[in-house]
């Protein structure tokens, strides 16, 4: 019986709007409590949302406001700019 190959998860980037394999790509999570950051680890509880792990493609998602239409919600300059913060100093540490 011949072993089936086992399925990667796709997910698109709401940046580029690339189809990825999920582990290439960051979530972005949206808690219950409306709470917004970035999931390293993809374990976070919450509606998730997915960027590439590059600063350019969350500076196209901001720009068009692909994360507020994803999570119905009102994201903060001072938000996106922490979240570009943190995406460029995990891009230094790989």
Same mark, same amino acid.
């Given at each position: 019986?011949?072993?089936?190959?086992? #399925?990667?998860?796709? !997910?698109?980037?709401?940046? @580029?709007?690339?189809?990825?394999?999920? /582990?290439?790509?960051?979530?972005?999570? *949206?808690?219950?409590?409306?709470?917004?950051?970035?999931?390293?680890?993809? #374990?976070?509880?919450? !509606?998730?949302?997915?960027? @590439?792990?590059?600063?350019?493609?969350? /500076?196209?998602?901001?720009?068009?406001? *692909?994360?507020?239409?994803?999570?119905?919600?009102?994201?903060?300059?001072?938000?996106?700019?922490?979240?570009?913060?943190?995406?460029?100093?995990?891009?230094?540490?790989?």
């Amino acid at each position: 019986m011949p072993v089936k190959p086992k #399925k990667i998860p796709m !997910r698109m980037c709401l940046g @580029c709007g690339e189809m990825k394999p999920k /582990k290439e790509l960051v979530r972005v999570v *949206r808690s219950k409590e409306g709470e917004i950051s970035l999931d390293l680890t993809g #374990k976070k509880a919450g !509606r998730g949302a997915y960027i @590439c792990a590059d600063a350019e493609c969350l /500076k196209k998602a901001r720009k068009a406001r *692909r994360l507020e239409k994803n999570f119905a919600c009102r994201i903060d300059d001072e938000l996106y700019d922490s979240m570009e913060k943190e995406l460029s100093g995990n891009e230094q540490q790989q």
